[in-house]
């Protein structure tokens, strides 16, 4: 099943961040349709502490048939690994973050995962690099695509792109 996964840093070296969290992401993906992967954006950080330094973004669509909680699982072993504590305050600075944005067209409340991400639609720093390689893509539970999420969005953060190649697989 495709499934989007966003990618954050905003602490030590976030380029090499996100590049490692992308390879380790990227082993994740079974064969089937090529891993789609965005450009690198730096980015306003949102509901962050006044004086919070800029993320690195990006968005990632890979191929995955566990269930959406296996993901979200692995996602957090790889945090760990790279160094990401378990127990932090919400929004507080990360070496690495990985967030599952959508599992297909599947719709989950659960105390352990809610998909498609709850802020979204909401977040531009998402949705900008989603828009780079899945344009048309409708989310679950959506009608529009993320292309025209995008251009109706109010969010005010600044959106960078400043790498166009992401990391080689």
């Known amino acids: 099943m ?17 590049r490692e ?5 990227s082993l994740l993906h079974e064969p089937g349709v090529p891993i789609r992967v965005s450009s690198i954006y730096e980015t306003t950080p949102v509901d962050c502490e006044p004086g919070t330094k800029p993320y690195l973004n990006a968005v990632m669509d890979i191929n995955f ?23 932090r305050p919400r929004n507080a600075p990360r070496k690495i973050d990985l967030d599952v944005l959508y599992v297909g067209d599947l719709i ?3 105390p352990e995962i809610v998909i498609p991400h709850p802020r979204l639609s909401q977040r531009r720093f998402v949705l900008t690099p ?3 390689i899945a344009p048309e893509l409708i989310l679950p539970g959506h009608s529009r695509s993320v292309r025209a999420l995008l251009a109706d969005l109010r969010d005010p953060g600044e959106v960078i792109r400043l790498h166009h190649l992401f990391f080689k697989q």
């Not at 048939?65 to 378990?86: H, N, T, Y």
Request: proline share 4%.
């Open 2 to 18: 495709r499934c989007g996964i966003a990618l954050g840093s905003n602490i030590e070296n976030r380029l090499a961040n996100i």
């Open 21 to 25: 969290g992308a390879k380790r992401t």
């Open 65 to 87: 048939s566990g269930l959406p909680v296996a993901l979200l699982d692995r996602l957090r072993q790889i945090e760990r690994e790279m160094g990401r504590p378990s127990e």
């Open 108 to 110: 989950l409340n659960t």
């Open 130 to 132: 989603l828009a780079e």
